[in-house]
């Protein structure tokens, strides 16, 4: 019964994972299709794609497939990385999806530079730069939203 228990667990966090990634996403393809001064997510998500490939000795030429492989490797890592928001005590879950969500935008932002790609998509203004994290805490949000009630079944 415990392993049953164990494993419903697991995929409720990553059905509640899921559910911030794709909230998170919806609002960064809605918010770049109609302005130019928010985050490019996705564009730092292509470099960096296409330079992991290029150092594998291949690449992406076909702009709609190599936005099509960065919008799903956003989407699964996303729900990988937000799902652990469900781990541990469940007291803790909205702290946990706060600081998760605060600490993924402040990556996006901090670490594209040392890992030699462009920050200028994410962080280029201070609007930029506080949209970036808070998207990420959005979908950081809805995921322990998702949480709550998931486990309350």
Not at 16 to 22: C, K, P, Q, R
Not at 32 to 39: C, E, F, L, M
Not at 43 to 63: C, F, P, R, V, W
Not at 117 to 136: C, E, F, R, W
């Amino acid at each position: 019964m415990h392993l049953i228990q164990f494993i419903m667990s697991k995929i409720k966090n990553l059905v509640a994972g899921l559910a911030g990634s794709i909230m998170l996403n919806l609002l960064h393809e809605s918010l770049r299709k109609q302005r130019s001064d928010v985050p490019r997510i996705d564009l730092l998500g292509k470099d960096a794609l296409q330079k992991t490939l290029h150092y594998l000795g291949t690449g992406i030429s076909n702009k709609d497939d190599l936005y099509k492989a960065t919008l799903t490797g956003d989407i699964v890592s996303n729900t990988m990385y937000y799902s652990l928001i469900g781990a541990g005590n469940p007291r803790y879950i909205w702290r946990r999806a706060i600081v998760m969500g605060f600490t993924a935008g402040l990556g996006a932002i901090e670490l594209p530079k040392p890992m030699g790609l462009n920050p200028a998509s994410v962080a280029s203004t201070d609007q930029k730069k506080m949209l970036t994290i808070g998207y990420y805490l959005f979908g950081a949000i809805v995921t322990a939203a998702a949480l709550t009630l998931l486990k309350k079944r």
